[in-house]
């Protein structure tokens, strides 16, 4: 596992293809942390509200791939589209993996298999698949990296140093683990998202006024996230170590370890995820 932030070692043009959600917060770690200089990122986006977006961080921007210039040799090309429409953008770059380039490819396309890209760019491109996630855009991503036998030491550090800006960097060796990443950490924010919601509505349906619900609960997972984080503690460890006999804890905790509770919806929730994940990369 990779951690850091602070300027690569040496200047790292990069063109991020896509400024969505998950694009334009990996582009506000990289530039919150100095990772990256402005000048040397360039964005392509279509979309204009997206793109203007992007142009307000102070980078460079283009509305099509064909506007970037000529004479640009950038070290990463990072695909930050939607998986459906990775088909229609891989080719757009192919300039970028002609021999003599040095450029490494970088997918955070959920479920499109490196196999995708090697099939379409030139033989012998380096290709590097990613999943992160969104907490990237306050530095607390969790960032998985799986690279092809064309990616040199040199290629891999960079994009680890890259990633790691933004949060927490792993590699695994086999991709076939990527779609499980992805039905984890990838989507995983957005269940906790959903518990900060309904921890919320719980609060509220005991009484508690709707703002003060909603403090305690983003508060309360927030908190317990980073103990859990800092403590090195085995969550289960730390959920006994809470856990008074017979006391409210224990009552709540019978309710969601029941064997149709929280654990066996997530469980549920990840292999659904996973599943669509392989879908999607068919």
């Not at 939607?82 to 380039?101: A, H, N, T």
């Not at 990443?181 to 924010?189: E, F, H, I, K, L």
Request: charged share 20%; aromatic share 4%; hydrophobic share 45%.
């Amino acid at each position: 596992m990779i951690t850091g932030t602070g300027l690569i070692s040496q200047p790292t043009s990069v063109v991020l293809a896509g400024c969505g959600n998950m694009g334009f917060a990996m582009l506000r770690g990289w530039l919150a942390t100095g990772t990256l200089k402005p000048q040397d990122v360039h964005v392509v986006e279509p979309l204009d509200a997206l793109l203007l977006r992007a142009d307000g961080q102070g980078v460079n921007t283009y509305s099509t791939a064909a506007a970037l210039p000529d004479d640009l040799m950038p070290d990463i090309v990072i695909f930050a589209v939607k998986p459906q429409v990775i088909g229609d953008v891989i080719g757009d770059y192919l300039r970028f993996s002609q021999p003599g380039r040095a450029t490494t490819f970088v997918s955070v396309a959920a479920g499109v298999p490196i196999a995708r890209f090697e099939r379409e760019l030139a033989p012998g491109a380096p290709v590097i698949r990613v999943m992160p996630n969104t907490p990237a855009a306050v530095g607390e991503g969790a960032m998985v990296m799986c690279a092809n036998a064309h990616v040199t030491d040199r290629q891999r550090k960079t994009v680890e140093r890259l990633m790691a800006a933004s949060g927490e960097v792993t590699e695994i060796g086999d991709e076939a683990l990527m779609d499980a990443v992805t039905a984890v950490s990838g989507s995983g924010p957005a269940y906790v998202f959903h518990l900060i919601e309904a921890l919320t509505e719980a609060g509220k349906a005991v009484g508690l006024p709707d703002d003060i619900a909603g403090r305690l609960a983003l508060q309360t997972v927030h908190g317990a996230a980073r103990y859990a984080h800092q403590s090195g503690e085995d969550p289960g460890t730390l959920r006994e170590q809470v856990t008074s006999p017979n006391g409210t804890t224990a009552a709540a905790l019978g309710v969601l370890m029941r064997p149709d509770g929280l654990a066996a919806l997530l469980q549920e929730a990840v292999r659904a995820a996973r599943d669509r994940a392989i879908e999607l990369g068919r």
